[in-house]
């Protein structure tokens, strides 16, 4: 069921208190229709079958909200910049924040402005996208942790035969569960790292022909 609440006396001062809560680590519950499994099903399977769901709670982190802008009135508008890790949901904000807030809160609208190091204005649109436009796959992967092979090892990589890397890896590559594949500047694809006794297994996921931005 779908209901509204005026709140005309609501003022932006009032909601900027409430957002500190939404900023670090904090427990979410994901929209009840969502992409999430449980059980084997689609959440928004579930939901629209009408059926019960105990929705899990997650974890998600929150680098920082700031207000764009206010718009008053009976049903006030809230505009906000959100810079966010994987996993969080912006529609469970606007709902939460509404919870804190005792008028309701709903998602009106929503714009991605920059994902994996990647901003909107670098975007092209669909009728724009030609070969010599595309970005090399290293520069839009760039968020991933780097190993590099040797000659050596490029071409066992490429003709799919197994890599391992001696030694240990950087904190940065084990907090990453993929790694971009490297050798002399040129982007060989994906892995993921798999420590064993001497050294990193590199798992392929996926094997990059050297200096082409297109499969």
Known sequence: MIATTPAPNLTCDQVTQQLAAFQGKVEQI??????????????????RAGEAVEVPVR???????????WTPGEFPELQVAIA????????????????LLAVGGTLAALERTESGGLTIDTTLALDNVTPEALISPAIAL??????ALDP??????????????????????????????????DFLGIAQP????????????????PDSKTP
């Open 194 to 209: 798999a420590p064993q006794e001497d050294g990193v297994r590199l798992l392929a996921q996926v094997v990059w022909p």
């Open 152 to 185: 050596g090892q490029a071409l066992d990589w490429g003709h799919g035969r197994a890599v391992v890397m001696p030694g240990e890896m950087t904190p940065e590559q084990k907090a990453s569960d993929h790694l971009r594949v490297m050798t002399e500047g």
């Open 142 to 147: 760039a968020h991933l942790p780097a190993v």
């Open 30 to 47: 994901p929209p009840k229709y969502s992409a999430i499994q449980v059980g084997g099903r689609r959440l928004y399977d579930m939901a």
């Open 84 to 99: 966010c890790g994987s996993g969080t949901y912006i529609r469970a904000i606007a709902r939460d924040l509404g919870e």
């Open 59 to 69: 974890t998600v982190e929150i680098y920082g909200v700031e207000v764009l802008g």
